[in-house]
Nanobody, 115 residues
Framework: VQLVESGGGLVQPGGSLRLSCAASGFHFSRFDMRWYRQAPGKERRLVAGIPSVGARREYVDSVKGRFSISRDNVKNILYLQMNDLKPEDTAVYYC?????????WGQGTQVTVSS
């Protein structure tokens, strides 16, 4: 099982980034997927979620209207489009797959929003 995040980097406030999470070693299409983030000195927190099937999306209030989660069940990739980035979005971003009691984490990708 492997989840590999990419797409992080340094961006100015108001900028955009698209994170990707490439999945392998499990039936990606059967798993609900989540993006979490962890800022320095803080707990890891849920940012966005998408079910295995269906149109429902969930977002933490602070990113609603700016972030969009999506998935490609053919390419086995999870995405997080982040627009209008703010300094408070600075964190390590992690993807997580969930199926019942099973859960897998990626290694994270750093996002830094600074001028």
């Amino acid at each position: 099982v492997q989840l590999v995040e990419s797409g992080g980097g340094l961006v100015q406030p108001g900028g955009s980034l698209r994170l990707s999470c490439a999945a392998s070693g499990f039936h990606f299409s059967r798993f609900d997927m989540r993006w979490y983030r962890q800022a320095p000195g803080k707990e890891r927190r849920l940012v966005a979620g998408i079910p295995s099937v269906g149109a429902r999306r969930e977002y933490v209030d602070s990113v609603k209207g700016r972030f969009s989660i999506s998935r490609d069940n053919v390419k086995n990739i999870l995405y997080l489009q982040m627009n209008d980035l703010k300094p408070e979005d600075t964190a390590v971003y992690y993807c997580k797959s969930i199926y019942g009691s099973l859960g897998y984490w990626g290694q994270g990708t750093q996002v830094t929003v600074s001028s």
